[in-house]
């Protein structure tokens, strides 16, 4: 991570120009020669399943590919055991950080949620700069963002500018904030058309967990 | 499977109105109790992304619980290396039929395409009457009903009637059929807010293939 303070604003000015030059060339190399490849930001939110499960199936893809990859858990609970047992059957490849205690509505402490926000961000920022990482996984970060847990410039800031050209970083959960799908390259929306729970289906083990 | 061949229509009649009375009774319970546990019919359509990842994700996590399950390709070409390379690290709990020769706008011969779905179908409808699977993915099947490969009633009476109870079933692919979406639990619809290719972004490992 680039440290910002101390910065004079003729320097900021100096690295954003730069950023911006490069970003120009990068876009101008894309529409050129159609062959880029770059690591993406991708949001997959909406009311509909799938958001995190699709996020799941492409960690288990890059993992079938031989990368290494890591998972950051946003809120604790969400998770399916079946993922977890799969994630951890490859564990020279995967990176599980389970953070945050179950929050919101179970903690009820604001407080402790924004800690374990803090704490669950720090990982996350630690595991997309590592050059290792091919993929991460932020599973519910859009949570913590929609109870401002987090401050979301932090967030678009770090995803914008520090993460390396090579990484994928996919992001997951409901009420994805706008600034954030404005910086993503691929927004997907999971949209409920006909949900079983409505009969009166439990969640069962393997499909809800 | 059942036959029906040789039944005459009040045989056939007498059978409907046993389904339809074990199926309203079977509402009824779920109505009561809320803790019906069944095998869903599950669909993910949409012009979005994550429609065969998050089945693959759910099928990586049926994995994870011990089950066995069955994969159905219904359009070759249409997978994942890195999917099909995480499926081949469990040969005793995964069955995988890659059908079909990558047709459509490849054979271009519709005598060929329609005999390649009828194996296919075939083939998932053997893996979902095998009592050893717990959940089957029949992937891609929506783009072979829209072509009318293979009849549609067909397709929605099989899994209406004859699909075990506590199996779980997930179809996948663009323009799923009314008729379908009419017999599914869960429905989920993909929908695409920003894309890559869009911005001349390459397909590229782990993310797209």
Request: aromatic content about 6%; overall charge negative.
């Amino acid at each position: 991570m680039k440290k910002t303070d101390g910065m004079t604003q003729e320097e900021l000015d100096a690295r954003h120009a730069e950023k911006m030059k490069k970003k120009k060339a990068a876009r101008e190399k894309i529409l050129a020669t159609k062959t880029e490849e770059k690591g993406l930001i991708i949001v997959h939110t909406g009311k509909g399943k799938g958001k995190s499960t699709a996020a799941f199936g492409m960690a288990f893809r890059s993992i079938g590919h031989g990368h290494k990859i890591a998972v950051i858990q946003f809120v604790k609970g969400a998770w399916d055991s079946g993922e977890k047992r799969m994630l951890e059957k490859f564990p020279e490849q995967v990176t599980i950080k389970a953070m945050g205690e179950g929050f919101t509505w179970e903690t009820q402490d604001r407080n402790k949620d924004i800690a374990n926000a803090r704490a669950a961000w720090d990982a996350a920022k630690e595991a997309i700069l590592d050059p290792e990482n091919r993929f991460v996984l932020l599973d519910e970060l859009n949570i913590v963002l929609r109870y401002d847990y987090l401050p979301i410039e932090e967030i678009v800031e770090f995803l914008s500018e520090e993460k390396p050209d090579d990484t994928h970083v996919v992001i997951t959960g409901r009420n994805a904030k706008d600034e954030l799908i404005e910086i993503a390259d691929l927004v997907t929306e999971m949209t409920l058309i006909k949900h079983p729970f409505r009969s009166g289906i439990k969640a069962q083990e393997g499909i809800e967990y």
